[in-house]
């Protein structure tokens, strides 16, 4: 088994990720050609501002799902999008990883999911929780994941709230002074991350939730949560590095 678990460690993983947003379309009325303007004392119409009334269906989404956050996750939220987008992107591609391929090798261990309780459960993602990490890092550090982070912007995603993902919108970490870092969810999936070559295999696991986790401004870890099918959310895995 060790030794299985430090073939794992050595994979290489290659991945990517596209964004799009759509934007909304403006209509502008004006005269036709060769009308008269019967009173020229009338006071006109200044032009109107092309930005306005340009909000997109994602950004009224986005509104929408901002006005059921807790005011804890507004201020993470606020807190998030200061700090450097590469290093937002770098903890969160590190957090996805991890939980994905961590879900990955439970579900091939868990011979028979249905004898499994949500502390047997919990036990087996502890037990690769380090492995996955340990992956995890060497993965960032490689330049395809630095091209990544540069240039595929990751923010938070109110989308992840909502099902099939049902992310809770905050975690904690535990931090070594005894304080807790506030962790919002940035990322989240049903099956592989963008950048993974493995897939969720979706007997234990419904989702996946990835955090970035902040303590006075500074983004000091990334997290994961494994939704589950029968339990909901498990118990949160936190990294430092």
């Given at each position: ?15 990517g ?9 403006t ?47 507004e ?10 987008p ?7 591609m ?37 492995a ?6 060497t993965?960032i550090?490689t ?16 989308g ?31 099956g592989?991350?963008p ?13 996946w ?5 902040l ?27």
């Amino acid at each position: 088994m060790q030794a299985w678990m430090h073939a794992v460690g050595a994979l290489v993983f290659t991945g990517g990720m596209v964004a799009a947003l759509v934007p909304a379309c403006t209509i502008h009325l004006r005269p036709s050609d060769g009308g008269e303007i019967e009173n020229e004392s009338a006071e006109h119409t200044p032009p109107a501002d092309p930005d306005e009334g340009s909000e997109t269906v994602d950004d009224v989404e986005d509104d929408q799902e901002r006005e059921t956050m807790s005011p804890e996750a507004e201020a993470a939220y606020d807190e998030l999008m200061s700090i450097d987008p590469q290093e937002v992107a770098l903890k969160t591609m590190a957090a996805s990883y991890a939980a994905v391929m961590v879900a990955n090798l439970v579900e091939t261990q868990a011979v028979d999911p249905a004898a499994l309780d949500l502390e047997a459960l919990d036990a087996l993602i502890q037990q690769y929780a380090p492995a996955g990490w340990d992956s995890a890092h060497t993965w960032i550090q490689t330049p395809e994941a630095t091209t990544l982070a540069a240039t595929d912007g990751i923010y938070p995603n109110f989308g992840c709230f909502d099902e099939p993902y049902a992310c809770p919108q905050t975690t904690e970490c535990p931090l070594s002074n005894g304080e807790q870092a506030f962790c919002m969810v940035t990322q989240c999936g049903t099956g592989e991350c963008p950048w993974c070559p493995w897939g969720l295999g979706n007997l234990l696991f419904k989702s996946w939730c990835a955090y970035g986790c902040l303590k006075h401004g500074n983004l000091v870890a990334g997290a994961y949560i494994l939704n589950t099918h029968v339990w909901g959310p498990g118990k949160r895995q936190c990294t430092y590095r």
